[in-house]
């Protein structure tokens, strides 16, 4: 079965410029995540969904942070303009109800700004 | 609000030595417990997990886990360490009210010939 499949895995872009992260969730699961990985601040999260419906975006940095669920398939999650400091590993992660909270995570996409 | 601490940043031991990682945790009812693994480059796997029942739980790749509630604790060990175990182990909380789990900092576990 796919995982939660994640792109682009790698982004190099330069500062200002808009970066969108796309994520399809595994298939049957109805939440999904978004993490960022840093040395600074570990493991944090921006946002999930349940049902394609944001439940706690809390975590979303600021307004230059912004996340979509349009169907049960896809998200994105859109920096605009980025910044240097938003250099992180970004994770979508999807997980089902009857699993608990088990949540299963993607490979990452490894963003750099310069 | 809940919290997650694993108080060993990095930790080295010797092929075949044992192994225990610490976890603390907070939260005021029974949580559900996670360790999951990463490795350089990779996303986060799940290697284990605790909801109900027996305390002692087992996971993947010879890994298993004690939810302790006196001490809130839920520490991993593994009785004999290979080489490719060499990763970051992170613990991970939730529970019924909230799909999202909240990580702990991590663990990086080094293992010496």
């Known amino acids: 079965d796919a995982g939660v499949i994640q792109s682009p895995r790698h982004e190099v872009t330069e500062m200002g410029q808009e970066v969108t992260l796309r994520c399809k969730p595994i298939?049957?699961?109805?939440?999904l995540f978004w993490y960022r990985q840093t040395m600074m601040r570990g493991l944090e999260l921006l946002i999930y969904?349940?049902?394609?419906?944001?439940?706690?975006d809390s975590g979303m940095p600021e307004d230059r942070f912004s996340a979509k669920m349009p169907n049960a398939s896809f998200s994105t999650l859109k920096i605009q303009p980025s910044e240097p400091r938003d250099s992180a590993v970004y994770f979508c992660?999807?997980?089902?109800?009857?699993?608990?909270?088990?949540?299963?995570f993607g490979e990452g996409s490894w963003l750099t700004v310069v | 609000a809940q919290s997650v601490t694993q108080p060993d940043i990095h930790i080295t031991v010797s092929e075949g030595a044992s192994l225990e990682l610490r976890c603390n945790y907070s939260?005021?009812?029974?949580?559900?417990l996670f360790w999951y693994v990463q490795s350089p480059g990779q996303g986060l796997q799940l290697l284990l997990k605790y909801f109900s029942g027996d305390t002692l739980v087992q996971g993947i790749k010879g890994f298993e886990a004690e939810f302790k509630r006196s001490q809130s604790s839920f520490n991993l060990r593994k009785p004999s360490v290979h080489w490719s175990d060499a990763a970051e182990y992170f613990c991970?909380?939730?529970?019924?009210?909230?799909?999202?789990?909240?990580f702990g900092s991590g663990t990086r576990l080094q293992v010496q010939p």
């Open positions: 969904f349940n049902n394609n419906v944001p439940i706690d």
């Open positions: 298939s049957g699961h109805n939440s």
């Open positions: 991970a909380v939730g529970h019924t009210g909230r799909r999202a789990l909240t």
């Open positions: 992660a999807s997980s089902f109800e009857t699993s608990g909270n088990t949540i299963y």
């Open positions: 939260y005021g009812a029974t949580p559900y």
